[in-house]
Structure formats: structure tokens, C-alpha cells
């Protein structure tokens, strides 16, 4: 008996040090790039699918051998789902459906549940574009929620909101940006309450923040500037523009703002200086991300970049198949990306010129963002949610 406890014990650490959750949006400080130590692929194939019941852009999230992932219904896209699925063989766990109390307007191509939720390993708190907020246990118990609109009544617009929120320790941080009542938050996970509130730039904004060195980045038409998740107080700020559609990239060291290209900046207390800035980096609606050395930017017509994070000199450019709506994520030396047209691909980044060494057709719409966890990927589309390995 003692034998087989050690043994169990060995094979739990020895899968802990090879797998990690993918938390959040673009996955651990939303970095995009998978810290487990093996890489899925690259000739991955499905392992199983799942039916959804509506509409989603939002990107799954694998906490433990859980995944979790959000989508809406009906005619308006007023039920709020969550699902719960067993990692290993697709199984519903639980799910649970909300009535939305905000505004369900959105642009066709996009929807009600957009934003990606988020958990802190013991709760998951999901968010939709009608500013509906919910938090749960890992065990689907309704823990708290808000109804933003109610307190912010003018914080939407009519194109819908996408930005994901993030959770730092105990704090939850929020973003409802737009050009009449635009504000980000800081909640407290355990009650839902608010710990501070600032007013952001009056303008529409489908970016997501990032965490640099514990410090919340939030990303706006103004640039970019750094919050302290606990107390809101502004730890540094960059007002030189950036995009309002893909979001930055972070590393241990530097932050790779979609602004006039890419700019790298170095920030620390009180300032945020810059490093280098390549105006020919520009994304498309897919953030960037760094992956060892190099930096990789999706642009518009479909071109993958590659260039040095040292100082945004590009070294190779490789086409996709197109038309790319996600962000790609990596593992390994591997970026996967999925397309449009149902085209998840695998691209080796050690090849010379860069090379799709894979591709699987999915045969449906993908406008999301893939997750990885466990060797594994996870795509979903308003149809299905696949576990390719």
C-alpha cells in the first residue's frame, strides 16, 4: 500500500511539472505561449468534440482536467451559457445558463459572449459583452454576480465589447471601454465588490489587458498604462497611441505594444521607456507574441513576421492560409493558429523561412484564440469545441 501511494505521489508531481493551466485569455499573464515543458504536435489530430448551443468568440480555458468556456443563445443572445468539460474525454460536467440584464447589440461577425473568462484556480468569473459578470466555483456553485449596466448604465456600444478580463491575487480586473462610459474596474474575487474604479479614454476598445511583473497593463487609443491590480493606483504610463484591437505581448523583461508597428518598452515606477519600435510590425486583429528570441506578428493580408525582440529587425515572413481572425499561441518551437475557413495550423518556427508542418480542417467558422494545456490544443467555434492532440 505505502508502495503504490508513492508511486501515485511520483506520477502527480511528474504531471504537474508537465502540465499547466491556460487560464485566461492567450493563457499564463496572457503571454500566448504554453510554459509546459513538451509541445503539442505538431501532427495533431482531434481526440474529441463537443456540441455548443450558441455563439462564442471567446477562447476556452483549462484549469486542472477541467476546460471551461462561455457561449449565448436564443434570438437576441440573451442566455448567458458556462460549461464545464472533462479535459480528458469531452464529458459535461456542468453548465449553467444566465439571462443577460445588459445590452446584446454586436457587430454580426462577433457576439454576446466574446470576452474569454478567467479563474484563479478556485473560481471562474466570466464576462460577457452585455457587462453581466458571474463567479463560480470550479464545482459550478454561483459564488456572486454583477450587472454592470446597472451601475454604469451608458458603458456599452453598438458594435459589442470583447476586452477579457484578468484576476491578479485577489483582485478581478474588468474593462468596459467605449466612447460614452468607459471605465475599468478592480473586484474583489471573494465578494464582487468594487476595490476601485478609474474612467478610461472615451473610445471604443477590444484589447485585453496583460500583467507585467504583477502590474496590470491596461491598453487603450491612448497607449498603455500600468495599474497596481490591488489599489488602481497608475504605476506608469505610455501615451503615444496604440491599437484598439490586438493587444500587447509581454516577457519577463519588456511589453510589445501594437503602436506605430510594434513599440517594445521597458517600464519601471513612474515611467515606461522605450527600447526599439518597428513602424513594418503591424498587426492585424491577431496579437503578437514572443516566443524565445523573436517576436511573431500576424499583419492583415495573412503574413506571419519574424523578427528580433533585440530590435525589431525582421528575419522571415511566412503566408497563412487565410482570412486570421484569433491570435496564435505557441508551445515548444510551435505557433498554432486557426483560420476563418476552419484551417487550424501548426507552424514550425526553427524552419528557415518559417513552415506550416501541419494542417487540420476543422470545416467550420474559427474566429477565436486556441488554448493549450496538458500536451493538448483547444479550438472552439459557434458550433463545437475540439481537443486536437
Same mark, same amino acid.
Given at each position: 500500500?505505502?508502495?503504490?501511494?508513492?508511486?501515485?505521489?511520483?506520477?502527480?508531481?511528474?504531471?504537474?511539472?508537465?502540465?499547466?493551466?491556460?487560464?485566461?485569455?492567450?493563457?499564463?499573464? +496572457?503571454?500566448?505561449?504554453?510554459?509546459?515543458?513538451?509541445?503539442?504536435?505538431?501532427?495533431?489530430?482531434?481526440? &474529441?468534440?463537443?456540441?455548443?448551443?450558441?455563439?462564442?468568440?471567446?477562447?476556452?480555458?483549462?484549469?486542472?482536467?477541467?476546460?471551461?468556456?462561455? $457561449?449565448?443563445?436564443?434570438?437576441?443572445?440573451?442566455?448567458?451559457?458556462?460549461? $464545464?468539460?472533462?479535459?480528458?474525454?469531452?464529458?459535461?460536467?456542468?453548465?449553467?445558463?444566465?439571462?443577460?440584464?445588459?445590452?446584446?447589440?454586436?457587430?454580426?461577425?462577433? $457576439?454576446?459572449?466574446?470576452?474569454?473568462?478567467?479563474?484563479?484556480?478556485?473560481?471562474?468569473?466570466?464576462?460577457?459583452?452585455?457587462?453581466?459578470?458571474?463567479?463560480?466555483?470550479?464545482?459550478?456553485?454561483?459564488?456572486?454576480?454583477?450587472?454592470?449596466?446597472?451601475?454604469?448604465?451608458?458603458?456599452?456600444?453598438?458594435?459589442?465589447?470583447?476586452?477579457?478580463?484578468?484576476? #491578479?491575487?485577489?483582485?478581478?480586473?474588468?474593462?468596459?471601454?467605449?466612447?460614452?462610459?468607459?471605465? !475599468?474596474?478592480?473586484?474583489?474575487?471573494?465578494?464582487?465588490?468594487?476595490?476601485?474604479?478609474?474612467?478610461?479614454?472615451?473610445?471604443?476598445?477590444?484589447?485585453?489587458?496583460?500583467?507585467?511583473?504583477?502590474?496590470?497593463?491596461?491598453?487603450?487609443?491612448?497607449?498603455?498604462?500600468? #495599474?497596481?491590480?490591488?489599489?488602481?493606483?497608475?504605476? &506608469?504610463?505610455?501615451?503615444?497611441?496604440?491599437?484598439?484591437?490586438?493587444?500587447?505581448?509581454?516577457?519577463?523583461?519588456?511589453?510589445?505594444?501594437?503602436?506605430?508597428?510594434?513599440? !517594445?518598452?521597458?517600464?519601471?515606477?513612474?515611467?515606461?521607456?522605450?527600447? &526599439?519600435?518597428?513602424?513594418?510590425?503591424?498587426?492585424?486583429?491577431?496579437?503578437?507574441?514572443?516566443?524565445?528570441?523573436?517576436?511573431?506578428?500576424?499583419?492583415?493580408?495573412?503574413?506571419?513576421?519574424?523578427?528580433?525582440?533585440?530590435?525589431?529587425?525582421?528575419?522571415?515572413?511566412?503566408?497563412?492560409?487565410?482570412?486570421?481572425?484569433?491570435?496564435?499561441?505557441? +508551445?515548444?518551437?510551435?505557433?498554432?493558429?486557426?483560420?476563418?475557413?476552419?484551417?487550424?495550423?501548426?507552424?514550425?518556427?526553427?524552419?528557415?523561412?518559417?513552415?506550416?508542418?501541419?494542417?487540420?480542417?476543422?470545416?467550420?467558422?474559427?474566429?477565436?484564440?486556441?488554448?493549450?494545456?496538458?500536451?493538448?490544443?483547444?479550438?472552439?467555434?459557434?458550433?463545437?469545441?475540439?481537443?486536437?492532440?
Amino acid at each position: 500500500m505505502k508502495r503504490s501511494l508513492t508511486l501515485l505521489s511520483t506520477f502527480a508531481l511528474l504531471h504537474s511539472s508537465f502540465s499547466a493551466d491556460w487560464p485566461q485569455f492567450r493563457g499564463p499573464n +496572457a503571454s500566448a505561449v504554453s510554459t509546459e515543458a513538451t509541445a503539442p504536435g505538431p501532427k495533431v489530430n482531434i481526440d &474529441w468534440s463537443v456540441d455548443l448551443p450558441g455563439r462564442g468568440l471567446s477562447s476556452p480555458i483549462v484549469v486542472g482536467d477541467k476546460v471551461f468556456i462561455t $457561449c449565448s443563445s436564443g434570438p437576441d443572445q440573451s442566455n448567458l451559457h458556462v460549461f $464545464c468539460f472533462s479535459a480528458a474525454d469531452g464529458k459535461k460536467i456542468w453548465e449553467r445558463v444566465m439571462k443577460a440584464t445588459g445590452r446584446t447589440m454586436s457587430h454580426n461577425k462577433t $457576439c454576446v459572449a466574446a470576452p474569454t473568462p478567467c479563474s484563479d484556480g478556485e473560481r471562474v468569473f466570466a464576462l460577457y459583452s452585455s457587462n453581466d459578470l458571474f463567479a463560480f466555483d470550479l464545482a459550478g456553485n454561483l459564488l456572486w454576480l454583477r450587472g454592470l449596466t446597472y451601475d454604469y448604465s451608458n458603458a456599452s456600444n453598438s458594435l459589442g465589447m470583447s476586452s477579457s478580463p484578468v484576476v #491578479v491575487g485577489d483582485t478581478l480586473v474588468v474593462q468596459s471601454e467605449n466612447d460614452s462610459e468607459s471605465l !475599468a474596474v478592480g473586484i474583489d474575487v471573494t465578494t464582487g465588490k468594487n476595490r476601485w474604479k478609474k474612467e478610461r479614454p472615451k473610445a471604443a476598445n477590444w484589447t485585453s489587458a496583460v500583467v507585467y511583473q504583477n502590474v496590470v497593463a491596461l491598453q487603450s487609443s491612448k497607449g498603455l498604462t500600468g #495599474v497596481n491590480p490591488r489599489t488602481g493606483e497608475i504605476e &506608469w504610463d505610455y501615451t503615444d497611441g496604440a491599437s484598439t484591437t490586438p493587444s500587447s505581448a509581454v516577457t519577463k523583461n519588456a511589453i510589445y505594444v501594437p503602436s506605430n508597428g510594434i513599440t !517594445a518598452l521597458s517600464p519601471e515606477k513612474g515611467s515606461a521607456s522605450q527600447i &526599439w519600435r518597428a513602424g513594418g510590425l503591424k498587426p492585424g486583429t491577431g496579437s503578437p507574441l514572443v516566443l524565445g528570441d523573436a517576436i511573431y506578428v500576424l499583419n492583415g493580408t495573412g503574413v506571419l513576421i519574424r523578427a528580433s525582440i533585440t530590435n525589431g529587425d525582421e528575419a522571415w515572413k511566412l503566408r497563412l492560409k487565410g482570412p486570421l481572425s484569433g491570435s496564435p499561441v505557441a +508551445a515548444g518551437q510551435y505557433i498554432y493558429i486557426v483560420s476563418e475557413r476552419g484551417d487550424f495550423q501548426v507552424i514550425d518556427t526553427t524552419a528557415k523561412e518559417g513552415a506550416v508542418v501541419h494542417t487540420v480542417e476543422l470545416k467550420d467558422t474559427l474566429l477565436c484564440t486556441p488554448a493549450i494545456s496538458d500536451g493538448a490544443v483547444f479550438v472552439r467555434s459557434d458550433k463545437k469545441l475540439w481537443k486536437l492532440k
